[in-house]
């Protein structure tokens, strides 16, 4: 089946620190692929998005490259704020008629001033 | 913009008692889902909607659940006899076409005491 796999946290940084989360993914075909950003005591709002190898999704400062040959997705900021401190989600989903999200486990980012 | 809504945000219910969540997809998508987050872990894929009719569920969705599409805009999930393993935020999503992201709702935060 398919799966997605972040990279462990907490990540804890200081403040315009560069961010790397890792996350991997292992699906049949050419899933579409995304990341979603959950603040504390809210939902889940799309972060980004790449939906063909080689795509690019920005956002916020935050970028992801859809990497086929690495089967990877990892996101990055050139340098965080304090704001960003949330938990932060990779998810796919199978270019099929099933649709559903498959999500990682999370990477939760502190960030300090 | 358009976007999903549950109600109600924050359901208190006791063992044993039956709830009902309720979703408002974006009027012109297709495909629904719901999705449960136990709290501080990954967010679970339960089931899929489509054309009035269940297109795929997780083992998670056993026979104390159940979905309903009552008229044309609301989309429930309804938990028969709720268990203390049920206390859990649960999200509403929905999309046009399957390969497409998913929009989600806030999320309904159930505790079952």
């Known amino acids: 089946g398919n799966s997605v796999t972040q990279m462990e946290g907490p990540v804890t940084l200081s403040e315009e620190a560069f961010l790397t989360i890792n996350c991997t993914y292992t699906?049949?075909?050419?899933?579409?692929l995304f990341w979603y950003v959950q603040y504390p005591g809210e939902g889940l709002q799309l972060l980004l998005k790449?939906?063909?190898?080689?795509d690019k999704g920005s956002n916020k400062g935050f970028e992801a490259t859809y990497r086929k040959e690495t089967t990877s997705f990892h996101l990055e900021k050139g340098s965080v704020q304090v704001s960003d401190s949330a938990v932060y989600f990779c998810?796919?989903?199978?270019?099929?008629?099933?649709?559903?999200?498959?999500f990682g486990d999370g990477t939760t980012l502190t960030v300090k001033p | 913009e358009p976007e999903v809504t549950q109600t109600p945000s924050h359901q208190v219910t006791q063992m044993g008692q039956e709830v009902i969540l309720r979703c408002v997809p974006i009027s012109n998508h297709l495909y629904f889902y719901w999705y449960r987050q136990i709290l501080g872990q990954k967010v679970e894929f339960l089931v899929s909607?489509?054309?009035?009719?269940?297109?795929?569920k997780s083992e998670i969705f056993d026979d104390q659940f159940s979905v309903e599409r009552p008229d044309g805009s609301n989309f429930t999930l309804k938990i028969r006899s709720t268990k203390l393993e049920d206390s859990a935020m649960y999200f509403c999503?929905?999309?046009?076409?399957?390969?497409?992201?998913?929009?989600f709702g806030p999320g309904t935060r159930l505790t079952v005491t």
């Open positions: 999503a929905s999309t046009q076409a399957t390969t497409h992201e998913q929009y």
């Open positions: 790449a939906t063909k190898a080689d």
């Open positions: 998810a796919l989903i199978p270019n099929t008629n099933a649709g559903k999200s498959t």
């Open positions: 909607f489509y054309n009035n009719e269940i297109s795929e």
């Open positions: 699906a049949t075909g050419y899933p579409s």
